[in-house]
């Protein structure tokens, strides 16, 4: 007798937030240094994880051309991490390698404690930032899943495990209240429905909410400002502007200007404008090699910057993505996830990634404690450098001892939500 045929889904929810508050700490940062990640135990992800990062944003930038794109890297990389801890032979490998390891380099005892060890250093308790990532697992009711997977799946990824009888349409709506609850009501409608033949909903979330180190004062933001999204369009965004010193360098190689703005909680934000017709040059460059050369490159400077004030939201179907990286067999008649369980034949059957980015001021708070904040401004300094993000760019968030992209994201028109 055929054994059954049960699907597995991946969901992935996060929100990002940005806010505009003024600092506790007046002083400002240190000068912008190499990554000093490398003897931190989550840092044995940190270079394959990277490279999966912009591997996958190529595929996503030319899934959705002409398209905002947003997502989180290290989120969907620790969900495959997790879903391979029940995977064999081909289909195991096939994660593994396309997350970006060696398995005959490294063992992958050493990935999942690698991953283990980033997932405690999103959690940790930060009273300067608010980030921390967490896994759910919804399984069938009357699934026999396997002992060691769910143990090394609480113990590495901190996932929790709910018992769902997924034939109830109320079953939607408590995955969906879940995500909400945990990414602070942000990601709603997160599934829209569930196969009958649904056996296992693996989800993973993120929340990150920071303050700028130095942050912008909401009376100088200009209500409307001129975008350029091509030749053909222009669309009038809220641009932020203030004039203090940030880490800035321009790459002579592609053409591209690079800014990085600082966050209290040590982490930061990479805000690059690539040349005129230089973006697609740009994206395809994107790599930890370059991350470290930039890292080199900027220097502390007067600057005088201007940022759109803007909210997006992205979602993706991973599974028509996916396979075209290498991740082929957990979407099909090949899949062997006996490590899960070994009851009936089970696969991925959908995998869904949604994103929400909100940069912006807080409101009167923000107002009220930057009121007597005085800002030299251009016309003042007619030498000091300007960097107006007023056409598509790039924008890559990361955190000091994580030293991999949190999220990456490209901005082709702040309107379009």
């Given at each position: ?87 064999y032979s081909a289909t195991k490998a096939q ?99 569930l196969d009958p033949l649904t056996a296992m ?213 702040p309107t379009k939500a």
């Amino acid at each position: 007798m055929a054994s059954s045929l049960y699907h597995l889904l991946l969901f992935v929810g996060l929100w990002t937030a940005i806010y505009c508050k003024p600092p506790s700490d007046p002083h400002s940062r240190g000068s912008p240094r190499p990554p000093s990640a490398k003897d931190s135990p989550a840092s044995l992800v940190s270079s394959g994880s990277t490279n999966f990062a912009f591997h996958l944003y190529r595929r996503l930038a030319l899934h959705s051309p002409s398209r905002n794109v947003f997502f989180s890297p290290v989120s969907i990389s620790t969900s495959l991490a997790m879903l391979s801890l029940g995977g064999y032979s081909a289909t195991k490998a096939q994660i593994l390698r396309t997350l970006g390891f060696n398995l005959t380099v490294t063992p992958e005892s050493a990935i999942h404690q690698g991953f283990q060890h980033l997932v405690h250093a999103l959690n940790a308790p930060n009273t300067e930032l608010d980030l921390r990532m967490g896994s759910a697992l919804f399984v069938k009711k009357g699934l026999q899943l396997q002992a060691s997977f769910l143990d090394r799946a609480k113990r590495l990824y901190g996932s929790k495990v709910f018992s769902m009888d997924f034939s109830n349409a109320f079953s939607v709506q408590r995955i969906n209240r879940y995500v909400e609850k945990e990414t602070k009501g942000k990601v709603t409608n997160l599934i829209r429905d569930l196969d009958p033949l649904t056996a296992m909903v693996l989800v993973n979330h993120i929340l990150f909410k920071a303050k700028w180190m130095k942050p912008f004062n909401p009376a100088d933001t200009h209500r409307s400002f001129p975008f350029l999204v091509d030749k053909q369009t222009t669309v009038h965004v809220p641009m932020m502007q203030q004039m203090e010193t940030f880490a800035f360098g321009v790459d002579p190689q592609l053409n591209c200007s690079v800014l990085q703005m600082d966050y209290k909680g040590d982490t930061r934000a990479l805000f690059v404008l690539p040349g005129e017709g230089r973006m697609r040059q740009l994206e395809k460059a994107l790599s930890t090699r370059l991350l470290r050369r930039w890292s080199h490159l900027l220097q502390k400077r007067q600057i005088e910057v201007f940022i759109p004030k803007f909210s997006i939201s992205a979602s993706y179907n991973l599974e028509t993505i996916l396979p075209k990286m290498g991740i082929r067999d957990a979407f099909g008649k090949n899949a062997d996830f006996s490590g899960i369980t070994k009851t009936g034949f089970l696969q991925v059957s959908k995998a869904t990634h949604k994103a929400v980015l909100d940069i912006g001021e807080e409101g009167t708070e923000a107002a009220a404690a930057t009121a007597t904040k005085l800002i030299v401004r251009s016309k003042d300094r007619p030498f000091s450098t300007v960097l107006r993000l007023d056409k598509p760019f790039i924008v890559i968030l990361m955190k000091e001892d994580i030293n991999s992209p949190l999220f990456i994201g490209k901005i082709e028109n702040p309107t379009k939500a």
